[in-house]
Nanobody, 113 residues
Framework: VQLVESGGGLVEPGGSLRLSCLASGFSFSNMTMTWLRQSPGRERQLVAL????????RYPDSVKDRFTVSRDNTKNTMYLQIDNLRSEDTAVYFCKASALGAWGQGTQVTVSS
């Protein structure tokens, strides 16, 4: 199982980013996938969930109007569109298959002017 996140970077408040998660080594199209984030001194937080087909998505209230998760099962890739970035979004973002224990290395998102 391998998960590779990309797309992070330094962005000004109000900006946007699109994160990607390329999966391999398991049946991606049959797996519920999640995005989580962790910032220093804080617990890891689930920020998005998407069903195997992509028809169902879930977000915590703190991000639901700004985060959009999607997937392309033909490319074994999941995405996270983050709009109107805030300083509190600064974190390392990880993707994870919900039923598997593997994690990627994460991608750093830093929101700062």
């Amino acid at each position: 199982v391998q998960l590779v996140e990309s797309g992070g970077g330094l962005v000004e408040p109000g900006g946007s980013l699109r994160l990607s998660c390329l999966a391999s080594g398991f049946s991606f199209s049959n797996m519920t996938m999640t995005w989580l984030r962790q910032s220093p001194g804080r617990e890891r937080q689930l920020v998005a969930l998407i069903s195997p087909s992509g028809a169902v998505t879930r977000y915590p209230d703190s991000v639901k109007d700004r985060f959009t998760v999607s997937r392309d099962n033909t490319k074994n890739t999941m995405y996270l569109q983050i709009d109107n970035l805030r300083s509190e979004d600064t974190a390392v973002y990880f993707c994870k298959a919900s039923a598997l224990g593997a994690w990627g290395q994460g991608t750093q998102v830093t929101v700062s002017s």
